[in-house]
């Protein structure tokens, strides 16, 4: 009988490992993206409820590691914003993960994330987009998003790249919004009795890969040109956007 490592045998560890290292490499420069790929591509060998709050506390690994290098390039003022709208809806995100099925929600966020990401490679801009009301509403939608999915990132990317802000500030923005949504997004699958023992163990055997990836990340964004970055962030959300639904309508 095969050896179990944290409840995996370990070709499947080592195919998780490897997803975590790639992902990792993608947040680190992106800022986003990670908890998409992750939930994506685990979800093939773990169940959602075991995926999204390994995602979880590994975000908030990640943007703790990264914090420090960007912390002068945050947009306070948005991801306080931000967290508001979240802290109010990631409760209900959560519980949806665990009560009902979330692939239905899945299906309407990458038809949403492509058709909005198609929208704005053709030029869509936001009026009056980074009016308080207006942030905190996108907050909301994220909050729902990343307590069923993890993914709510996502949603957030698509409303900041309809404005004007740097790519700096962007991805800095980003990792601070995603270290304080996730924090509590962890408490909340905490309340609902989702980090089991081996949720646990294997978040922990992901930390390394993480970090090494995130590293590789960093210093390809340090030698990348905004307007480069802008490009990649929206080719990287059509990517990730179309992935995920063939998955979910194939039934891989």
């Not at 703790?64 to 947009?75: A, G, N």
């Not at 990343?146 to 923005?173: D, K, Q």
């Not at 990836?213 to 990730?240: C, D």
């Amino acid at each position: 009988m095969e050896a179990m490592i944290a409840g995996l045998p370990p070709p499947t560890l080592l195919f998780c490992i490897l997803v975590v290292f790639l992902a990792a490499i993608v947040r680190g420069y992106s800022g986003f993206g990670f908890s998409a790929l992750l939930v994506t591509a685990l979800s093939l060998v773990m169940a959602p409820a075991q995926v999204v709050p390994i995602a979880l506390m590994l975000e908030v690994v990640a943007s703790t590691h990264m914090l420090p290098k960007v912390w002068k390039d945050v947009d306070r003022r948005l991801v306080g914003w931000l967290f508001l709208g979240s802290a109010i809806a990631l409760p209900v995100g959560v519980h949806l993960l665990a009560s009902v099925p979330v692939e239905p929600m899945r299906v309407v966020l990458y038809i949403l994330c492509l058709g909005a990401a198609l929208a704005i490679w053709r030029g869509f801009k936001m009026r009056n987009g980074e009016g308080a009301t207006r942030i905190v509403g996108a907050g909301l939608v994220s909050g729902v998003v990343n307590g069923a999915t993890a993914m709510g990132g996502l949603m957030v990317v698509i409303f900041l790249l309809t404005g004007s802000m740097t790519a700096a500030t962007m991805r800095a923005s980003l990792i601070a919004y995603f270290l304080v949504i996730d924090m509590y997004g962890t408490a909340m699958t905490g309340a609902e009795n989702l980090l089991t023992t081996n949720v646990l163990l294997r978040t922990a055997l992901f930390i390394l890969p993480l970090l090494a990836g995130n590293w590789l990340g960093h210093q390809k964004f340090l030698s990348t040109a905004p307007e480069s970055f802008r490009r990649y962030t929206l080719v990287l959300l059509m990517i990730l956007s179309g992935i995920g639904l063939l998955r979910v309508l194939s039934g891989w």
